[in-house]
């Protein structure tokens, strides 16, 4: 396993091993290793010099004025909802269709995640029902402070729509974009459209520093009330505390967390950043061979795509719908069989209402979000990343089709 990840790893193009599969590989090369030694010998290994190089490398690659570096895309939805003021016994509007972190942030503040039911084709969250749910939340007494737009799998949510919405009720627009590196809508790049955007850089993302994250605002106000709260409420960089005469001194201005991303992470960050763009090429390249391969086979729908020129699609995800109708088995079998061809594959998401914690505290049955309901029990990630050779890509189709026809009804 070990000789097999560094071969993949070393080139993005590496021949057919013939080994397992896995669903995620991350792509690291000599160049990362070295930039983080780099920072290991420099004698400042935390939060510095190069989290501050990767902000702003990072701000200007998807057009927003400021970019605040953060340890996780968790960290950086939660800032996002403090800086948007959100209160307890308020209202979040998001998909339910999606990871966990996006509505366990909003009871960090004793708030409701109100979901909507996902758009069955691009599996976002179905914005035409957005105008109803915040007027029928405010009927109820009940302040909607934001919705979180979710880009499930790397394609973009119908930002027109959920922007004028959101602006026209007084609601704040973040974006989960912890999938859309590298995606961007209407020619405007995820990052640069809602009020707050959070991307991840945990290991399976389309750029990893292993665990990290960033906020992206144009909003000076918020990106320093961000930075601030990354930091224990402390109004300085740490480390500005150590130049000037009195590096001792500081200010605690409010009771912050501690959310800051080290240099040896932003080191590894600023190298990935510069390859985001060859990642998004290989992502798509990828995504246009399973849609060759996997097309026109009944017991299979592919992903939603939207016609070019309009969206960009971040390829974080290939996620397959199975038609269940045509296949004598579930999807769960079909990962099984997957996975016994050599291929693994993995589920985008078990929907968060029919998990005990929401279940239980709203008293959700799986039919109240019908279409994330019924997707669940159809959906298939495929694997997707730039350390995947052409033979990885064939093989993993070749599986599938392999799977399909045998268990065909
Ligand atoms: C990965 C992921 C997150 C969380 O990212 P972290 O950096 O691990 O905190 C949030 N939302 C979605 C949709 C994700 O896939």
Redesign the pocket.
């Given at each position: 396993m070990k000789a097999f990840r560094k071969e993949t790893n070393k080139d993005l193009g590496p021949e057919d091993k013939g080994g397992f599969i896995p669903f995620s590989l991350p792509s690291i090369g000599d160049e990362e290793i070295e930039a983080v030694s780099e920072v290991l010998r420099s004698g400042w290994i935390t939060t510095g010099p190069v989290a501050k190089a990767f902000e702003e490398e990072f701000a200007s690659y998807v057009g927003a004025a400021h970019a605040v570096a953060l340890n996780?895309?968790?960290?950086?939805?939660h800032l996002a909802l403090e800086t948007v003021g959100l209160k307890s016994a308020e209202a979040v509007i998001t998909s339910p269709l999606?990871?966990?972190?996006?509505a366990e942030v909003v009871r960090y503040f004793d708030a409701r995640p109100v979901f909507i039911d996902i758009e069955p084709g691009s599996m976002n969250m179905d914005a035409s029902l957005l105008d109803e749910k915040i007027s029928s939340l405010k009927k109820d007494g009940i302040t909607p402070r934001a919705v979180i737009a979710?880009h499930?799998a790397g394609l973009p949510s119908d930002m027109d729509t959920v922007m004028e919405i959101a602006r026209r009720h007084g609601v704040f627009v973040i974006e989960?974009a912890?999938?859309a590196l590298s995606a961007s809508y209407k020619g405007r790049p995820v990052g640069s459209i809602g009020d707050i955007t959070?991307f991840?850089?945990?290991a399976?993302?389309n750029i990893t520093t292993a665990?990290?994250?960033m906020a992206t605002t144009d909003n000076p106000e918020w990106a320093k009330r961000m930075r601030i709260m990354s930091l224990h409420g402390i109004d300085r960089d740490a480390w500005m505390r150590h130049r000037g005469e009195n590096t001792w001194r500081y200010e605690i201005v409010e009771a912050g967390y501690k959310y800051n991303l080290t240099d040896m992470a932003a080191a590894m960050g600023l190298v990935q950043l510069r390859k985001a763009g060859g990642f998004l090429g290989r992502r798509t390249e990828i995504a246009s061979v399973y849609d060759t391969e996997l097309g026109g086979i009944p017991q299979i729908s592919l992903p939603v795509k939207r016609p070019p020129g309009d969206v960009v699609h971040a390829w974080?995800l290939y996620v397959l719908r199975l038609d269940l109708e045509m296949l004598v088995i579930d999807r769960d079998r079909f990962i099984q069989e997957l996975k016994s061809r050599g291929v693994g594959a993995s589920v985008?998401?078990i929907p968060l209402h029919i998990h005990p914690y929401y279940r239980d505290m709203y008293g959700y049955v799986p039919g109240d979000f019908p279409a994330a309901y019924d997707a669940y029990g159809r959906v298939v990630s495929l694997p997707i990343y730039p350390a995947m050779s052409d033979g990885d890509v064939q093989r993993a189709a070749a599986a599938v089709l392999d799977v399909a026809e045998k268990f065909k009804r």
């Open positions: 996780s895309c968790t960290a950086a939805l999606t990871f966990a972190a996006t979710v499930y989960d912890a999938h959070c991840s850089f945990y399976s993302k665990e990290g994250g974080h985008h998401f």
